[in-house]
């Protein structure tokens, strides 16, 4: 699996070329509905904090754990939680945000989500986002669910699957999870995603401007 070494993730951060390793990329924060949607919050902070643009959208359930108006405050942008648009708006969202995004995020990413896009299911925003993100721009997948879920052979065969098909990941985590048990399943912490970000980003041709 395309992952990171979350054991050196702060250390990437720091030794990352640019001084300002975030400044001018648009990032595309994708948020389903798990318990650890509460870290994206402060996720999302860092990565403005940091300097980037970030857009974030969300499913249905997302906005059951956290509202969108936390993530606008930190991002101080539009947060997008519907696939259909405002008619006023003229705009395909799922397709024009992950043409602009230097990398598309998903965390943290649900057992669901992660099963709708390895089997090429759009019923969504995210879901049919991520479908629209080939080609477009990279994607970042952060897993957070409780240890049978991660364990479970349905969901290995999806990480497989996008695995092979290019996508990388972050975590998860061995650790207390919100079930009240401990394993793995506990989403990558914030500082360690940002880590990884950077790192993708280090890779990647930036977009032109397109403001
Ligand atoms: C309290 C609670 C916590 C949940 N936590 C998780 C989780 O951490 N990971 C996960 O994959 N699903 C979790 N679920 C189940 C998802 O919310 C459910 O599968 C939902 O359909 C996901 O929708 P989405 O992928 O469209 O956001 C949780 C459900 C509840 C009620």
């Given amino acids: 699996m395309s992952s990171f070494d979350n054991s050196t993730a702060g250390q990437e951060s720091q030794s990352a070329g640019s001084a300002q390793p975030l400044v001018r990329h ?10 650890a949607c509460y870290k994206s919050a402060d996720l999302a902070s860092k990565l403005t904090q940091g300097g980037a643009s970030v857009t974030v959208a969300m499913t249905e359930n997302a906005c059951r754990f956290v509202a969108p108006l936390t993530f606008q405050a930190v991002t101080r942008n539009r947060v997008f939680t519907d696939l259909w648009p405002d008619v006023q708006d003229h705009d395909s969202g799922h397709i024009s945000l992950t043409e602009r995004a230097d990398l598309m995020i998903i965390a943290p990413a649900t057992a669901n989500m992660l099963g709708k896009i390895a089997r090429g299911i759009a019923d969504d925003l995210v879901s049919t986002m991520a479908m629209s993100a080939a080609g477009a721009c990279e994607m970042l997948v952060a897993p957070a669910m409780n240890t049978r879920m991660w364990n479970s052979p349905a969901l290995q065969d999806n990480i497989k699957t996008l695995d092979a098909r290019g ?31 950077i790192s993708i980003l280090d890779q990647t041709t930036p977009k032109p401007d397109q403001t």
Wanted: glycine share 18%.
């Fill in 26 to 35: 648009e990032l595309l924060l994708c948020v389903t509905g798990g318990v």
């Fill in 167 to 197: 996508v990388r990941f972050i975590g998860p985590n061995d650790g207390p999870l919100a079930c009240g048990t401990t394993g793995p399943g506990r989403m990558a912490e914030p500082h360690e995603i940002v880590s990884a970000i």
